[in-house]
C-alpha cells in the first residue's frame, strides 16, 4: 500500500518560490491501477518523483507497506526503489546499447551475474513482444517498441510498483493502444500496483479504475474512473470530461430524458452513423448533447453524450447495445 500523508513541495526559483503541490493525501492500494491526472503544471510529476523520492517533499510523508521513504539512509533508498520503477514519456533508453543490454543494465547495478541477467532479460524482452530484438539498438526501433524495451527494463528487479509518467504521450493513438494494452497484461499477470501520470483522459479511462485529478498542485477530485467520469464534481475534473465546455446543466434539465457517456478509445469508424444504426436495430433514437470524436485511419476517439427518452428501459437497452460495439465504453451520466 502506498500512503501519501499531507504532502507539499515547493521550488525555489528566482524570484520567490512555487507550490508545486499542496497537502496531498492520497491511498493507494496494492494491485490498484491508479491514475493521477490533471493539466500541464497541475503537479503530477512531481508527485510521481517524490513518490520514489527523486524529489524530497518539503512537508508530509510517503509510506509504502509502512516504511516512511523519507527515514530511509541513500543504500536503503537505492535497494527500495528496486521495488519501485519507472518509465518515461521519453524512453530514456541508452542510445549505446543494445536492447539486450539496456535491459540488463538495472541488472548489473544490483549486482546480478552476467549470465542470470542475460537471461532475465531475454526473458522480459520476450514477454514484451521483442524477443526477435535482443540484439538491435533503440535507433533502429520505433517509438512504440522503444517503449517496450523501457517497460523490460523496469520489469528488470521485479518490481512491486510501476510507475508511468506519461508514458504514452510521445505516441500516436493505436501505439498507445497497444503500450496500454500491454501494461494492462503485465499487472494482470504480475500482480504490479500501477500509478499512471498523465494529462489523457482517454488513457485513464481505459486501463485505471481509481483516479485523482490534481488541479494546480492540489487534489480537486478523488474516486472511481466510472464514478468521476460519469460525473464530474470538480470545475477541474469538468474540464477533462468535457474539454470543448459541454454544459453539464443538461443533465439536470433534460426532462425525463436519459443520459449516457459514449467514449470512443480506437473504436471501428465506418461509413454507417452509430446513433442511426441503433435506432434501426433496436428502435432506440437518441439526440448528440455533445460530442468531441475525431477518426484517426480508421478508428474513432474522444466521447459523446447522448440523450435517450423513454425512461430506464430504454436507456439500458441503448447502453447495452453501445457496450456490445469494439472499442467503446458506455456510462450514466447523472
Same mark, same amino acid.
Given at each position: 500500500?502506498?500512503?501519501?500523508?499531507?504532502?507539499?513541495?515547493?521550488?525555489?526559483?528566482?524570484?520567490?518560490?512555487?507550490?508545486?503541490?499542496?497537502?496531498?493525501?492520497?491511498?493507494?492500494?496494492?494491485?490498484?491501477?491508479?491514475?493521477?491526472?490533471?493539466?500541464?503544471?497541475?503537479?503530477?510529476?512531481?508527485?510521481?518523483?517524490?513518490?520514489?523520492?527523486?524529489?524530497?517533499?518539503?512537508?508530509?510523508?510517503?509510506?509504502?507497506?509502512?516504511?516512511?521513504?523519507?527515514?530511509?539512509?541513500?543504500?536503503?533508498?537505492?535497494?527500495?526503489?528496486?521495488?519501485?520503477?519507472?518509465?518515461?514519456?521519453?524512453?530514456?533508453?541508452?542510445?549505446?546499447?543494445?536492447?539486450?543490454?539496456?535491459?540488463?543494465?538495472?541488472?548489473?547495478?544490483?549486482?546480478?551475474?552476467?549470465?542470470?541477467?542475460?537471461?532475465?532479460?531475454?526473458?522480459?524482452?520476450?514477454?514484451?513482444?521483442?524477443?526477435?530484438?535482443?540484439?538491435?539498438?533503440?535507433?533502429?526501433?520505433? /517509438?512504440?517498441?522503444?517503449? @517496450? !524495451?523501457?517497460?523490460?527494463? +523496469?520489469? &528488470? $528487479?521485479?518490481?512491486?510498483?510501476?510507475?508511468?509518467?506519461?508514458?504514452?504521450?510521445?505516441?500516436?493513438?493505436?501505439?498507445?493502444?497497444?503500450?496500454?494494452?500491454?501494461?494492462?497484461?503485465?499487472?494482470?499477470?504480475?500482480?504490479?500496483?500501477?500509478?499512471?501520470?498523465?494529462?489523457?483522459?482517454?488513457?485513464?479511462?481505459?486501463?485505471?479504475?481509481?483516479?485523482?485529478?490534481?488541479?494546480?498542485?492540489?487534489?480537486?477530485?478523488?474516486?472511481?474512473?466510472?464514478?468521476?467520469?460519469?460525473?464530474?464534481?470538480?470545475?477541474?475534473?469538468?474540464?477533462?470530461?468535457?474539454?470543448?465546455?459541454?454544459?453539464?446543466?443538461?443533465?439536470?434539465?433534460?426532462? /425525463?430524458?436519459?443520459?449516457? @457517456? !459514449?467514449?470512443?478509445?480506437? +473504436?471501428? &469508424? $465506418?461509413?454507417?452513423?452509430?446513433?442511426?444504426?441503433?435506432?434501426?436495430?433496436?428502435?432506440?433514437?437518441?439526440?448528440?448533447?455533445?460530442?468531441?470524436?475525431?477518426?484517426?485511419?480508421?478508428?474513432?476517439?474522444?466521447?459523446?453524450?447522448?440523450?435517450?427518452?423513454?425512461?430506464?428501459?430504454?436507456?439500458?437497452?441503448?447502453?447495452?447495445?453501445?457496450?456490445?460495439?469494439?472499442?467503446?465504453?458506455?456510462?450514466?451520466?447523472?
Amino acid at each position: 500500500m502506498i500512503e501519501i500523508k499531507n504532502l507539499s513541495k515547493t521550488f525555489s526559483v528566482s524570484d520567490g518560490q512555487v507550490e508545486a503541490l499542496k497537502n496531498i493525501n492520497l491511498t493507494i492500494n496494492d494491485g490498484d491501477i491508479y491514475g493521477i491526472i490533471g493539466m500541464s503544471g497541475a503537479g503530477k510529476s512531481t508527485l510521481v518523483r517524490c513518490i520514489n523520492m527523486l524529489e524530497r517533499p518539503t512537508e508530509g510523508s510517503i509510506f509504502i507497506d509502512g516504511v516512511d521513504m523519507s527515514t530511509l539512509t541513500p543504500k536503503e533508498l537505492r535497494n527500495e526503489r528496486r521495488n519501485i520503477t519507472m518509465i518515461f514519456q521519453g524512453f530514456n533508453l541508452l542510445m549505446q546499447r543494445n536492447c539486450l543490454k539496456n535491459v540488463c543494465f538495472p541488472l548489473e547495478l544490483a549486482g546480478v551475474k552476467k549470465a542470470e541477467a542475460q537471461k532475465r532479460a531475454a526473458e522480459l524482452l520476450d514477454i514484451v513482444g521483442l524477443g526477435d530484438k535482443l540484439k538491435s539498438y533503440p535507433a533502429q526501433l520505433s /517509438g512504440g517498441q522503444q517503449q @517496450r !524495451v523501457a517497460i523490460a527494463r +523496469a520489469l &528488470a $528487479t521485479h518490481p512491486k510498483i510501476l510507475l508511468c509518467d506519461e508514458a504514452t504521450s510521445a505516441l500516436d493513438p493505436q501505439t498507445t493502444q497497444s503500450i496500454l494494452s500491454l501494461i494492462r497484461e503485465l499487472h494482470d499477470k504480475l500482480g504490479l500496483t500501477v500509478i499512471v501520470i498523465t494529462h489523457q483522459m482517454s488513457v485513464v479511462e481505459q486501463i485505471c479504475t481509481k483516479v485523482a485529478i490534481l488541479d494546480h498542485g492540489e487534489v480537486a477530485e478523488i474516486g472511481d474512473v466510472s464514478e468521476v467520469f460519469s460525473s464530474p464534481k470538480s470545475k477541474a475534473a469538468k474540464s477533462l470530461v468535457y474539454p470543448e465546455g459541454f454544459d453539464s446543466d443538461v443533465l439536470q434539465s433534460s426532462n /425525463g430524458t436519459g443520459v449516457i @457517456r !459514449v467514449v470512443f478509445n480506437g +473504436a471501428e &469508424a $465506418t461509413n454507417t452513423p452509430l446513433i442511426a444504426q441503433m435506432a434501426i436495430d433496436i428502435n432506440v433514437p437518441a439526440s448528440i448533447l455533445y460530442a468531441s470524436t475525431k477518426s484517426i485511419g480508421s478508428k474513432a476517439y474522444g466521447n459523446m453524450m447522448l440523450g435517450i427518452p423513454g425512461g430506464r428501459d430504454e436507456m439500458n437497452k441503448a447502453m447495452e447495445y453501445l457496450k456490445k460495439m469494439p472499442g467503446i465504453t458506455v456510462q450514466e451520466a447523472n
